[in-house]
């Protein structure tokens, strides 16, 4: 069949199931289940609002747990098991873990993931946080953000091909038709760089297509703060003879600190998962792997799902202070 | 600034730095949005920031053949005429020369020297006259070098070939109708299935709801990395495999956190007394959630189906791990240019155009629906 057709169909069984699922099991619940009249009605309507939520939460309950909470599960326990022949998996314990951190290119993941983490949510924040107050008050500053925002719609893949194309580096003799590198020509660079193969510095080509992508991000919910600052504080310091930099740092930055946490741990959420940008580019070669990188390479490049298991729940581990406290705040908010 | 007492300096240093700041912003993408408009021998020739402009180059040319070409005008003085630029299109010559050692010896109308009587003239729009006798005609015709101004020039058979050439195997045409096919009941269904949980969390009392809630925001940064191989091999037991069920069915769950978030923060912020009202007036709950609460909802639906539209037709993770089987008839866009980038890395005339193609989609979704957007970030990470 053709996918197309396929699509639609699924369209259709998945909506019209759906709205099947909910309408008939309303029905069923309340017309012969327990059915409003009769001696019992008034028990019967009680009942029936017992059950209901749980049959509007079904579908949704059903999908996140077999989607997200059962993997979790499992991925830690693929994490303690080797997979022999045949597909039996034994248990050995956290043999898996300690090869893993044996492992070189491990390491190498591990410190470039530390790298990206630390640079790229404070970069992507301060720029996102300058552009915000910068436009603030400026005519076209709506224009100017809706062009730092857009590269948000660009896939990952596609932000590869775009930056591929700025650091494209050509022999010193041709004309140069990475802007990076012509850049660098104009201004005194000796000769023509391979942007994406030196070592170490490499890490940070790869960061910037990440901070061209959440800059938008960060400026658009740190501008919207920045609005909601109360205007009094502000008049206030200016009466009191407050410079432009005081304002801005001491006046609103402290009032709007809650939200730039709230937009660094987002980022940092985002980095720790970053794997498109780097495999599309560099493929983790040069020193340049990263944690989710290395899990794919291991999953179904040497087919080795004990290790490869161990390297999503490093991940996994990494996210977790931030799961944590994301929920401590939400129950917080909820009291 | 409409402040008053800014000086104007400060005000022209703040309009410059936006300016520097979004044009640095907008560069990357303008270069590969206008090399998609280039052959891959400009592209090679030039930086694309300098293809907008005219720019001059230097053309090689050969006289016609004086033994085919040549007529005797008078006794011993033979001419061959000609223009230099037959059958092509005409350009503008800054200077000229027939050496390669002197490219801009001669201005336009000028006649060059050639030696013992040899002259060769060249006038406006290409036209030459070269003259000499018997021996000096003959052999090769005579080389002229031009240094034109060539005017921009872009095309958009890259465009052609991506999307349309039915011998191109590398072409996107399919990966853009799979991405398609990927992306749209994966947008659909967990919109659907998230609005029904999202209003049970918002309106409904049951015990077990804060903890529910709080389970939600924790999934919202489970990676779904962890999902990989426990959902696959699971796909593989119940026979579902690598396929576009399997996709949507993941998209579906990966989904679904940040759908209930979004919508439960909004449908919480509905007004009270509407629904309570229906309630007295013996409306049902699926009656007041199917007339009240998902029209009043359309704003976070709206972000909702955005973000997970941009997240599918982006994503390449998910599309390799329970889409893509050996046999490449599923593959999607995303992967398409990763394949490109390997096979293709010199030629950035494909892969410019290619990247372009899965661009424009999301560009246009996100220019037109900006707003709501933004409207759904906020929810989503403001409180």
Redesign the interface.
């Given at each position: 069949m053709h996918?197309?057709l396929?699509?639609v169909i699924?369209?259709i069984v998945?909506?019209g199931g759906?709205?099947g699922y909910?309408?008939g099991s309303?029905l069923f619940l309340?017309k012969v289940l327990f059915p409003a009249k009769g001696p019992n009605a008034g028990r019967n309507i009680n009942r029936a609002?017992?059950i209901?939520?749980?049959l509007?939460?079904m579908?949704?309950?059903l999908?996140?747990g077999?989607?997200?909470?059962?993997?979790?599960v499992?991925?830690l326990i693929?994490s303690f098991q080797e997979r022999g022949a045949g597909g039996v998996r034994t248990f050995v314990g956290f043999e898996n873990y300690t090869k893993m951190f044996a492992e070189p290119k491990f390491g190498e993941a591990m410190r470039n993931n530390v790298l990206w983490l630390v640079v790229v949510p404070a970069a992507s924040t301060a720029l996102g946080l300058?552009?915000a107050q910068?436009?603030d008050?400026?005519k076209w500053?709506s224009i100017?953000k809706?062009?730092?925002?857009?590269?948000?719609?660009?896939?990952?893949?596609?932000a590869?091909?775009?930056?591929?194309?700025?650091y494209?580096a050509?022999p010193e003799d041709?004309?140069?038709?990475?802007?990076l590198n012509?850049l660098f020509l104009l201004f005194g660079g000796d000769e023509p760089q391979q942007w994406l193969t030196i070592p170490f510095w490499n890490n940070f080509f790869l960061m910037i297509v990440l901070i061209?992508i959440q800059?938008g991000?960060a400026m658009?919910?740190l501008s919207?703060?920045l609005r909601g600052i109360p205007e009094e504080t502000i008049e206030a310091a200016i009466v009191d003879g407050a410079n432009p930099f005081q304002i801005f740092f001491k006046i609103k930055i402290p009032q709007i600190m809650g939200?730039i946490v709230?937009?660094w741990t987002?980022i940092t959420?985002a980095t720790?998962?970053v794997?498109?940008i780097v495999?599309?580019m560099t493929n983790g070669q040069w020193e340049t792997q990263v944690l989710?990188n290395y899990?794919?390479d291991k999953?179904?490049r040497a087919n080795d799902?004990g290790m490869?298991?161990a390297a999503?729940?490093i991940?996994?581990l990494l996210?977790t202070p931030?799961?944590v406290w994301?929920?401590y705040?939400?129950?917080q908010?909820?009291k | 600034?409409?402040?008053p007492g800014q000086k104007p300096l400060v005000v022209w240093a703040?309009?410059i730095?936006?300016v520097l700041?979004?044009l640095l912003?907008?560069?990357?993408?303008l270069?590969?949005f206008v090399?998609s408009f280039r052959t891959g021998d400009q592209?090679?020739?030039?930086?694309?920031?300098s293809s907008m402009f005219p720019a001059e180059q230097t053309l090689q040319f050969r006289a016609a053949d004086p033994d085919d070409n040549r007529i005797e005008t008078s006794a011993g003085v033979f001419v061959v005429e000609g223009n230099v630029f037959e059958g092509g299109d005409v350009l503008g010559i800054d200077s000229w020369g027939t050496s390669s050692r002197a490219l801009d010896a001669y201005q336009v109308g000028e006649t060059a020297d050639l030696g013992d009587g040899e002259t060769l003239t060249l006038s406006e729009g290409g036209a030459y006259v070269w003259q000499g006798d018997e021996d000096q005609m003959s052999g090769r015709g005579q080389r002229i070098f031009l240094t034109a101004t060539v005017p921009p020039e872009f095309t958009t058979n890259n465009y052609g070939f991506v999307l349309f050439d039915e011998d191109n195997s590398e072409g996107m045409a399919k990966a853009f109708?799979?991405t398609?096919?990927v992306v749209?009941?994966a947008t659909?269904?967990?919109i659907?299935?998230?609005a029904?949980?999202a209003?049970?969390?918002a309106w409904?009392?049951?015990p077990g709801?804060?903890l529910?809630?709080?389970?939600?925001?924790?999934?919202?940064?489970?990676?779904?990395?962890?999902?990989?191989?426990?959902?696959l091999s699971?796909h593989n037991a119940v026979g579902i495999g690598k396929g576009?069920?399997g996709v949507?069915?993941?998209h579906?769950?990966?989904g679904?956190?940040l759908a209930?978030y979004l919508l439960r923060n909004y449908m919480v912020g509905l007004p009270r007394d509407i629904i309570e009202n229906a309630r007295v007036d013996g409306a049902?709950?699926?009656q007041i959630?199917t007339k009240i609460i998902l029209p009043l909802s359309f704003p976070a639906l709206a972000s909702f189906a955005i973000f997970q539209f941009?997240w599918t037709?982006?994503?390449?993770?998910v599309a390799?791990?329970f889409l893509i089987d050996s046999s490449g008839n599923?593959t999607v866009m995303?992967k398409q240019?990763?394949e490109l980038?390997g096979t293709r890395g010199g030629d950035?005339e494909i892969?410019?155009t290619s990247?372009f193609v899965?661009?424009a989609v999301?560009?246009a979704?996100?220019?037109m629906m900006?707003r709501y957007?933004?409207r759904g970030?906020?929810a989503g990470?403001?409180?």
């Open positions: 996918p197309a396929l699509g699924t369209i998945g909506v759906c709205v909910f309408y309303n309340d609002n017992i209901r939520p749980w509007f939460l579908p949704a309950l999908a996140l077999l989607y997200l909470a059962y993997p979790v499992a991925t693929l300058l552009v910068l436009t008050r400026l500053g100017a809706s062009i730092i925002f857009m590269p948000m719609a660009i896939s990952f893949v596609g590869a091909v775009i930056f591929k194309l700025v494209e050509r041709v004309a140069q038709i990475g802007i012509h061209w800059t991000f658009v919910i919207a703060a939200t709230v937009v987002t959420i720790l998962k794997f498109d495999f599309a989710a899990m794919y999953l179904f799902w490869g298991s999503a729940m991940i996994m996210v931030i799961l994301n929920v705040n939400a129950r908010e909820m | 600034m409409e402040t703040l309009n730095s936006v700041l979004v912003w907008i560069f990357p993408t270069g590969l090399s592209i090679t020739a030039s930086g694309w920031w109708f799979n398609l096919t749209i009941p659909v269904i967990p659907l299935i998230a029904f949980a209003y049970a969390l409904m009392d049951f709801r804060a529910l809630i709080a389970t939600v925001v924790g999934l919202l940064v489970v990676p779904l990395q962890l999902a990989l191989i426990p959902l699971l576009y069920l949507w069915l993941a579906t769950g990966f679904l956190p209930i049902t709950e699926f959630f941009l037709w982006n994503d390449l993770l390799l791990v599923t995303t240019i990763v980038l950035w892969l410019a990247a899965s661009i999301p560009l979704v996100f220019f900006q957007l933004v970030l906020l990470s403001v409180k």
